[in-house]
């Protein structure tokens, strides 16, 4: 016979564990509020249009990010535009063309890798051979390549993601009717993939934006206010490093946790935006 | 595979056969009847006839059902179909044995004159049913080929049949209505020798997929 | 009737396992050919091959010849896309794309050149017309072809392969995914396409090569085993084995 009660023994033993992850999860969650609620307390007061829209001066000591932004717009600019072709080019090879499954085990295990590496040493690559190999100098475009060379396995990782979702079907129907590979891909195969795409793009910014080590080697700390090409061939801090140099080196606190704020703000963002995309078209495709 | 089917096919095989069994037994007992002048034996044939008529029914519904439930092919189908065309024919042996068992009473004791020639002409006939049955057991083509070359020999028969009658008809007018049952009873025996030939010839397709049209 | 594709010693080989052995057959024109024998057998395979759809598949290799007309296709100077354009194929799980019904059977017409929206409308009523579901989709062109029944997305994507007018239809076990009321709807087409295509359809389903199909090729274990008019091999087959498998007495 089934006696359906546990022995006290038992029922205390579950009672703890269950409050013990209840702990765990708040404490977590605790975690993230104090995070977000400090930053928030000491960076806002010190957010202000001044800050926002004017570059530093020394004669009046007044602090502005706005060519870190535009830096870090540039940036981010320039490293989609290199990546994107990059990594979906390479995904879509792996995925549609390639035969041989060791060369793509390879080429997928190498890319694992790249993304495993940390930061610093994408600086350290970076400054050696884009800036001083390369003859690049200290430059946004040395940092933007930097970075490209980081994002790469996110962006490929997507793209073959979303391409292996595509149903073997499809392709086997137009090629049936005459397509060539290349039409198949374009017109069956990557349209499916958009979606894909554009989360692993989301993901990369995201990456971007809060990459600080391997920028400090390639692109520099100049505050100097450019448009974008001569921004791209010149020294520029983006808003993380501007964030290093304030808090280090210049002590000014204020603009840092400012600074803190307004990329936390980004990040939130962001996370915002993939999820709501990512809802968008699964939504559509249920259609 | 299909291990109901073979049991169903081979339960009409069966039936089938006890059917042919029963017609070899209908028309010998008619055809003693008439040699023997036996009414009481005469009587005897009706109630076979009747269960004849039974066995038809249960083979044709059976047939239908397999027909229905396992879409046969080749010659699963050829065997089904021949068995559904064979009742008829065995159906109507029966019909003909009791339509020569009721003369046979009408008779009223006089016992067949034209005795060798109908004796010979029932001998080959039951002969025929026999053998029609015995091929389709056997699935022997040859008997088969037998049966409806014998057909011709219970024609000649027949046609003997009636130009003795026809003499004695000529001879005494007055027993004219005897000859003429004579006639029909002749005629019958015929009739039967026909159906024994269209079994053998479904036979034929059953095996071979080929029916002869005559 | 003369043959459209004549196939002579037909091997294949999926690395070392040997798919097909020595198939040899000549397809007739304008006429319904079904392909039967138990799974395995090369049925499938041999279809694909005939519009070098197992081109696609990795390890394989072909020996003998397969002529359509006159063109050996397995020459290097055929054009495949233009192979593939004449022998038109529907495949067993229907699969429309994700795209417009418009779309999907404007695909092949676009894919070959076919420019012009007045001739890509003219395109697409004939063939949903030759299809038989003109007169359910005429509304609602520019739908997603997913929202269609499985039966209907399989006549589109007989429209769509129609669309690109091929001579050739071939269709691998096109209802085997499909409800008896569809089957049936695709059967009456099938008849009513003989008229003007050459179909060779493969099919698990016994019944249905008697129904519609003009002649039989009985395959097994990658061999031809016996070819014919199909009232001749269901009623009186030559070979044991045919007979063993159409009476079901092996699977």
Known sequence: MLNGKLSRKRRGYIGLMRALMYAFAALTCALVLFLIAYVLVKGVPNISWELLSTSPSYLTERIGILPDILNTVYIVIATLLIVLPLGVGAAIYLTEYAKNKR???????????????????????????????????????????????????????????????????????????????????????????????????????????????ALLFTAGFAHALNGIFEGLTSAGATLTVALYVYAKEQGEFGAAFAIAAILMGLTLVINLAAALTQRYFRRKKAL | MRSRFDEQLAL?????IEMGALCEEVIALSSKALTAADKELAKKVAPLDAEIDQKERN?????????????????????????????????????????????????????????????????????????????????????????????DTVDAFFDQVKTKLIKKIGKEPSDGEYALDLLMIAKYFERIGDHAVNIAEWVIFSVTGVHKEE | MSSIITIDKLCLWYGSQQALKNVSIDIPDKSITALIGPSGCGKSTFLKTLNRMNDLIPGIRITGSVKYGETDIFNFATDVSELRRQIGMVFQKPNPFPMSIYDNVAYGPRTHGVKGKAKLDDIVERSLRDAAIWDEVKDRLKKNALSLSGGQQQRLCIARALAVEPAVLLMDEPTSALDPISTSKIEELALQLKDKYTIIIVTHNMQQAVRISDNTAFFLLGELVEYGATEKLFSQPVDKRTEDYITGRFG
Not at chain 1, 181 to 197: A, E, M, N, S
Not at chain 2, 12 to 16: C, G, T, V
Request: net charge negative.
């Open chain 2, 12 to 16: 009409l095989n069966k039936e089938l």
């Open chain 2, 59 to 151: 083979i044709e519904s059976m047939c239908l059902k397999l027909l229905l439930q396992q879409q046969p092919v080749a010659s699963d189908l050829r065997q089904i179909s021949a068995a559904l065309k064979m009742i008829t024919d065995m159906e109507r042996i029966g019909d003909q044995a009791e339509d020569i068992a009721e003369i046979v009473c009408f008779l009223d004791g006089r016992s067949a004159e034209n005795d060798d020639l109908m004796r010979e002409m029932a001998r080959t006939t039951i002969q025929m049913v026999t053998e029609s049955v015995d091929a389709f057991v056997k699935h022997d083509i040859m008997l088969a080929e037998k049966v409806i070359a014998d057909d």
């Open chain 1, 103 to 213: 060369v793509v085990a390879v080429i997928e295990y190498a890319a694992e890798t790249l993304s495993g590496i940390p930061s610093i040493i994408y600086g350290l690559v970076g400054m050696l051979f884009f800036c001083q190999f390369l003859g690049m100098q200290t430059s946004l475009l040395a940092g933007a390549l930097t970075l490209v060379i980081m994002n790469l396995p996110t962006i490929m990782r997507t793209t073959q993601e979303s391409l292996k979702t595509v149903p073997q079907s499809y392709r086997e129907g137009a090629f049936g009717l005459g397509a060539g590979k290349w039409r198949v891909i374009r017109t069956v195969v990557l349209p499916g993939c958009v979606d894909g795409i554009i989360t692993g793009c989301i993901l990369s910014v995201g990456r971007i934006l809060g990459e600080s080590a």
